[in-house]
């Protein structure tokens, strides 16, 4: 068996940050659709999520392919998540170019007042309804333009985000071993022009799944990054083999992880437990509260500072760290709520019945270098052998549709004048 962790990792099918899952493998293809005659002569660009992916795992546990794509290639040396530093919000906020106050996918769950509704990224009815969701995501920026686009379970890729789908996709499932993934990927760049994708995305959950289970120190973990290096060392081969001139390669990650103190968990203030006050939406590393009655927001808010410890702060949402772009000005929906409670680095907040694994992430990435994410890229358009200063993961919307030559066809938070460092 090539990959014989995929099969070890599949035993624990649920964990904190694990996507929806259908059962239904079967691919999605769009009928009707071809590259127009400009699209076939456009450049290629595969875009790679490793979830939950370090910026220090490579060294560490010795990707010698993800190792050496960085040393050819260009990196980043800070690729800044959005606030707060999650799976959903993140990966939607790299597809769309929006932070996550700003596309409404402000949490993995959260609460619409609008609609008296949630949404949990989790059921399959929301997150392939695009109704919830702002922003055109990039497979819909190419679509739109005559190109052709694929995506292998990035977040929301077989929803109607944006109004467009790829023209090939997959139901989100963990069920296909990274061969299969790399063969699939590789299938699709084989095609003939007229039907062959020139902008790909996809996805590996199994880093994320490991350090959440295991802690980031784990022999778990370095078998899911080995894994996942391997996986794209095949990739290229594969990529190689086609003949592809004008492909770009580009590896992200939505955020990194951190081991966290799963054994001395601050409780939730009793006053938050009280029926019919408030809704609360715990994530363990942010605690937002949703007050029903504007009266009692202040009233609440002082009581929370008053009793609260030296482990957590207690914000406003109005008076929230304007770098992370999570203020209720920033709330184009209203779903983020009136207070916030923020652990201190390596606490979580810990509900009655709730359980705590040894890996997390969410916190500020501007204090938790944890947070960090991962940027490499390698391709024509691109420098080589060069490390970049820094850029926020909005910036890579502008940048991938750059490449592509793509017109932006909607305002984002996404500036290319961050990210353009990487070009030639």
Do not use: C
Not at 23 to 44: C, F, H, M, W
Request: no cysteine; glycine share 8%; proline share 6%.
């Amino acid at each position: 068996m090539r990959y014989p962790y995929f099969l070890f990792l599949f035993l624990f099918s649920i964990s904190t940050s694990s996507l929806y899952s259908q059962k239904d493998t079967a691919q999605v293809v769009v009928p009707g659709r071809i590259n127009s005659l400009e699209a076939q002569k456009a450049p290629y660009v595969v875009l790679i999520s490793v979830d939950g992916l370090r910026p220090d795992y490579l060294e560490r546990f010795g990707a010698k392919h993800l190792l050496a794509l960085k040393k050819s290639g260009v990196s980043s040396r800070r690729f800044l998540p959005s606030y707060p530093s999650i799976t959903g919000p993140n990966h939607y906020a790299m597809i769309t170019g929006l932070y996550p106050s700003h596309s409404g996918f402000v949490d993995n769950h959260f609460y619409d007042r609008e609609r008296e509704d949630s949404f949990a990224m989790s059921k399959a009815e929301k997150i392939t309804d695009g109704t919830w969701l702002k922003g055109l995501p990039l497979w819909g920026l190419a679509e739109r333009q005559g190109m052709l686009s694929a995506s292998l379970f990035w977040v929301a890729s077989n929803g109607t985000a944006g109004g467009t789908r790829p023209t090939y996709y997959y139901p989100y499932h963990e069920e296909f071993s990274a061969e299969k993934r790399v063969d699939i990927a590789a299938d699709w760049l084989g095609l003939p022009e007229e039907k062959r994708p020139h902008f790909i995305s996809m996805y590996f959950f199994e880093v994320d799944k490991a350090g959440h289970l295991y802690g980031t120190s784990s022999k778990e973990v370095r078998e899911a990054v080995l894994m996942v290096d391997k996986a794209v060392g095949d990739l290229q081969k594969r990529i190689d083999s086609l003949g592809l001139k004008d492909l770009h390669l580009i590896l992200v990650s939505d955020h990194g992880m951190t081991d966290v103190e799963v054994d001395t968990p601050l409780e939730i203030p009793a006053v938050l437990r009280q029926e019919g006050k408030v809704k609360i939406y715990n994530s363990q590393t942010l605690l937002r509260v949703m007050v029903h009655n504007p009266k009692d927001v202040q009233p609440l808010y002082r009581k929370l500072k008053k009793e609260k410890t030296s482990h957590y702060k207690v914000y406003l949402a109005s008076r929230f760290p304007k770098r992370l772009q999570y203020r209720s000005a920033d709330d184009a929906f209203d779903r983020m709520g009136e207070i916030f409670l923020v652990p201190s680095h390596p606490k979580i907040f810990l509900g009655p019945g709730d359980k705590a694994t040894p890996g997390k992430h969410g916190y500020d990435p501007y204090k938790v270098k944890d947070m960090h994410s991962v940027f490499i890229a390698k391709g024509p358009r691109l420098k080589n052998n060069k490390t970049v200063r820094g850029m926020k993961n909005v910036d890579l919307y502008p940048l991938v549709a750059e490449i592509l030559g793509l017109e932006m066809l909607s305002p984002t938070d996404g500036r290319l004048r961050r990210s353009k460092a990487a070009l030639r």
